[in-house]
């Protein structure tokens, strides 16, 4: 018989320190329990990992929220010479992969991303021009219905903060296969976090809240953005937050970081529609001056 707990608040489970009420809540610390919870209930679930880079609803889930995240982490390692396949469940933190893998590179870019590596493949998490399914080769899924299956590298459909999973509920990560190069990752750890605190705001928040722009532009118009873009060959979506005016900009207690114009912050009681409506906002903003369509690189839980 599982036992669930009953009404329990989301907040402390969201970097964001926002969310509702879930009538039904467990968590689950290894993917076996993960399967037998799954088979054995008959109601609506979600799923949350680390409870970063998602926006919870603050309206009551009728339903069971599962937490899959464990505080005994372990990974497997097949070393193969130049290179290992790294056995990884989702359940662990993308953290402390990173840590555990000082003697491979490839990794180095995701130092003090929150969350799980389930959630880092699901939205196909990336920084510093490199991402999670560089590393992928293999992700072990249960298909509500359907049962276990091994997605390849191809089948995941990586692409910019996106993958086959991420918008797609009845799959749901277990496990991944990584491969990865020997080589020492600790200079280039320790650079990144240097960078990670010169560029990231502190407070509550999820990340970045949305992607950064690779289509067009008007560079008439918009000059400001020409020799960045033919650097990076893309627009960051904080660069065009900034020039809207709208670092500082807040809606209740949730405010565009005065910092990095793509964070927005909790600065103490922010509710999910405060930042729903700063993200519209933002949108509304963007179009208006660049015509361009900004889209969210987070989930949002909705009710």
């Not at 130049?82 to 840590?99: D, H, K, Q, R, Y």
């Amino acid at each position: 018989m599982i036992k669930f707990k009953e009404n329990i608040s989301l907040k402390d489970y969201s970097t964001f320190k926002i969310g509702g009420v879930s009538k039904y809540f467990i968590e689950i610390k290894n993917k076996e329990d993960l399967k037998k919870v799954i088979s054995e209930i008959d109601m609506p679930f979600r799923i949350l990992g680390g409870g970063s880079n998602t926006l919870i609803s603050d309206d009551y889930f009728n339903g069971l929220t599962i937490v899959f995240k464990t505080d005994k982490p372990q990974i497997m390692v097949n070393d193969m010479g130049c290179s290992g396949i790294i056995n990884v469940e989702a359940c662990v933190p993308f953290s402390f992969l990173i840590t555990k893998l000082k003697s491979f590179v490839g990794l180095e870019w995701g130092v003090g991303i929150p969350g799980t590596i389930g959630g880092a493949i699901n939205g196909n998490a990336g920084a510093f021009e490199e991402s999670i399914g560089d590393s992928v080769s293999s992700v072990e899924v249960l298909e509500i219905g359907k049962g276990i299956k091994k997605f390849e590298k191809k089948d995941c459909n990586f692409g910019y903060r996106t993958s086959i999973f991420k918008n797609n509920p009845n799959l749901i990560i277990l496990s991944a296969e990584l491969n990865l190069n020997k080589g020492s990752s600790l200079k280039k750890i320790k650079e990144n976090i240097k960078k990670r605190k010169l560029n990231n705001p502190k407070g509550f928040s999820i990340g970045c809240i949305f992607k950064n722009h690779y289509g067009e532009i008007d560079f008439k118009k918009h000059s400001q953005f020409k020799e960045f873009y033919e650097k990076k060959g893309y627009i960051s979506a904080g660069m065009l937050i900034e020039e809207c005016g709208l670092k500082g900009f807040s809606i209740g207690d949730a405010k565009i970081s005065s910092e990095h114009a793509n964070f927005i912050i909790n600065l103490k009681n922010a509710k999910s529609e405060n930042v729903l409506k700063l993200i519209n906002f933002t949108k509304e903003q963007v179009k208006n001056k660049f015509l361009i369509n900004l889209e969210e690189e987070i989930q949002i839980f909705h009710v």
